[in-house]
């Protein structure tokens, strides 16, 4: 498992998307400077390297026609020049269907910088600091000959959040004393993340 950290751009971790897929999806990218992403790309490079191989020796026929695909990709501004990040996509399917035949639900753990989990009342906005844990699982597209990695989304972690549409009334009102909501009960969710007082500071 790899946990990346960076910010987060279009995050969709509490209620699966299905405006493309009707049986839901949870996904984030993260936005990583390219200097503070050489050693994870190095990793997911030689990943994709070890399936080419692999593909390579099982089908030998196939050399000349296979190609690879990054893990990530530039990120370009609107005129289309690299803005020195790279992203990185990840996504959890919100339905899987076992070999058996039974469908099972899933959903991606999102925890606070204190590893509690989080209810969904607060939005994650762009721009927030946060961590993903994702799967890495090279693959070898039959229709397309191209060889490249899958990023399974496992858990989220929220270093800083920026609020998504903090013009709300978090944004109104000043802080002052009295009721404070109850956190969501912790659950062992918040295990896929050390604790964030502690290497909040830290790389990936």
Same mark, same amino acid.
């Given at each position: 498992m790899l946990i990346i950290k960076g910010n987060a751009k279009w995050a969709k971790v509490f209620e699966p998307d299905t405006r493309f897929d009707p049986e839901g999806s949870y996904s984030i990218q993260v936005l990583v400077p390219e200097v503070e992403a050489a050693e994870v790309c190095e990793q997911l490079d030689a990943m994709v390297q070890t399936k080419l191989?692999? *593909? *390579?020796?099982e089908q030998p026929k196939l050399k000349a026609v296979l190609s690879t695909r990054k893990a990530y990709e530039e990120e370009l501004d609107d005129d289309g020049n690299?803005?020195?990040n790279l992203i990185f996509k990840t996504k959890m399917k919100a339905r899987i269907k076992a070999r058996d035949g039974r469908v099972y639900e899933q959903k991606p753990a999102v925890v #606070? @910088?204190?590893r509690t989990p989080m209810s969904g009342n607060e939005l994650i906005g762009n721009g927030s600091v946060v961590k993903v844990a994702l799967e890495p699982a090279p693959y070898m597209m039959p229709s397309t000959k191209q060889v490249g990695i899958s990023m399974r989304l496992k858990a989220v972690q929220v270093i800083n959040l920026v609020e998504y549409g903090s013009s709300g009334a978090s944004s109104i009102f000043d802080e002052e004393e009295g009721y404070v909501a109850n956190a969501v009960a912790k659950d062992n969710a918040g295990d896929v993340f050390g604790d @964030?007082? @502690? #290497?909040a500071e830290g790389d990936f």
């Open positions: 191989a692999e *593909v *390579v020796k690299p803005t020195g #606070d @910088a204190k @964030a007082t @502690a #290497d």
